[in-house]
């Protein structure tokens, strides 16, 4: 007897339709593999945000697919990037010179299948969160869309590796799409993403994405997530951290849609060390759970979490910082800072930051405020007449301008800022 609404969603029917053409064989028994530990796994926490009776899944009957209308404006976006996808359908693979003179892998999941199947299989099958929650069973087994990177041995970009996924809302039908990154040895490089919508259809929207960063290796990867209203979206990233290896992400997360987003660092190498920097702007009656979690399991490895959001209207914003030190991690050190701006009566937000230490001789702190904006800075700012209206939007915009500060992707902070301007101007 089917117990939980979450499961009456799911019909194995549905890994038929997520198969790709001509997919290996291991790759259709993973799914099947995912989709049966479904039922036995709890769906991931999230303290203080119960998004349990929300939609996991859309299907192509609830509504009449319409015809795919790509904007000039849409399009001309797509060609700034190396390789785009818009719902399940590759509409772009262009790697540019300096990735094809370093033989660098940027591909969609069925070109990996078809060239690299040696390359992917070990990483694809290689999803330590499928074995611990629900939602990751699910992603895994309806996989629909992927691309695959790969950078080889100490090969160092100077260009970085853009990605556009955009969720296809003229069908009804969800897409799952899972992004693979592969930092082999000393290998350095940034990933540039951009995750949006076309189209109005309600629908649920899935992304998947795990960077696999070898030892010695340097990956940033920056992402402006601006998925549409008509969505709910569930974004889950993971990185895997090498000895001396460096992961850094730089989040901002502006979709209009309803959000789940978890962004787990672990990092297994002695001297390893990652940073989470997330930035956020929710408005109108969005609800935005964000989970960043950084657990030291390597000897002397380094951790930070910085997370900074604005809520305006009714909308809700949960911010939940996890560090950990595992038993062994001698001498590492863990920090994380959230914070939250309420500019409205009816907004809701929390920064729940937590420390889970099993080590000693270790570093860890936190600190986290949720407030509304200080007085004294618009009394400043008002004093050398700046208009109130004015004052106020200057200073918010210095309040996530500290995060937006380490961007260097001039391209992608620009968008931000705009998005930023948007909402504020709605105010």
Not at 47 to 56: C, N
Not at 138 to 155: A, H, R
Not at 295 to 305: A, K, M, P, Q, V
Not at 336 to 344: A, G, R
Request: hydrophobic share 40%.
């Amino acid at each position: 007897m089917i117990k939980d609404k979450f499961m009456r969603q799911m019909t194995p029917t549905m890994i038929k339709d997520a198969v790709f053409e001509d997919e290996p064989e291991w790759m259709t028994e993973f799914r099947v593999n995912a989709f049966e530990q479904m039922a036995s796994l709890d769906l991931p926490k999230f303290d203080k945000m119960d998004y349990h009776a929300w939609r996991f899944i859309s299907h192509p009957s609830q509504h009449p697919a319409t015809k795919t209308e790509i904007t000039d404006a849409v399009q001309a976006e797509i060609d700034k990037y190396e390789i785009a996808t818009v719902g399940s359908r590759t509409v772009r693979s262009q790697p540019n010179d300096e990735m094809v003179d370093n033989d660098v892998i940027c591909c969609d999941f069925q070109s990996a299948f078809q060239n690299y199947p040696e390359l992917i299989k070990p990483y694809l099958m290689q999803n330590e969160q499928m074995q611990k929650d629900r939602l990751n069973c699910l992603e895994s087994s309806l996989t629909n869309n992927g691309i695959f990177i790969y950078v080889p041995q100490n090969v160092k970009l100077t260009m970085p590796i853009k990605v556009f996924m955009a969720e296809n809302n003229f069908k009804a039908a969800s897409t799952f799409s899972r992004v693979i990154v592969v930092a082999d040895e000393g290998s350095k490089f940034d990933v540039v993403q951009k995750l949006s919508s076309v189209g109005d259809q309600k629908k649920v929207t899935h992304v998947n994405i795990e960077v696999h960063a070898k030892a010695n290796s340097n990956v940033q990867f920056f992402s402006l997530d601006s998925i549409g209203a008509s969505n709910t979206a569930f974004v889950m990233r993971h990185a895997r951290v090498d000895k001396r290896a460096k992961m850094n992400w730089m989040i901002g997360s502006f979709n209009d849609s309803n959000t789940i987003s978890d962004i787990a660092t672990d990092l297994v190498g002695e001297g390893s060390s990652g940073n989470t920097r997330i930035v956020s702007i929710a408005n109108h009656s969005q609800q935005q759970g964000i989970n960043t979690r950084i657990t030291n399991y390597g000897r002397h490895s380094d951790g930070e979490i910085s997370q900074r959001g604005a809520i305006l209207d009714r909308a809700k914003i949960v911010f939940n910082g996890v560090g950990k030190v595992a038993h062994g991690a001698h001498g590492a050190n863990n920090q994380q800072e959230n914070s939250v701006l309420m500019l409205s009566d009816e907004a809701s937000g929390d920064a729940n930051p937590i420390l889970l230490i099993d080590e000693n001789d270790v570093i860890a702190g936190h600190k986290a405020s949720i407030g509304k904006i200080d007085e004294r800075q618009l009394y400043y700012l008002m004093s050398r007449g700046i208009k109130p209206e004015i004052a106020k939007k200057l200073v918010i915009r210095g309040f996530l301008g500290i995060i937006l500060s380490h961007i260097p992707s001039q391209s992608i902070k620009a968008q931000m800022i705009n998005i930023i301007e948007g909402k504020l101007a709605n105010d």
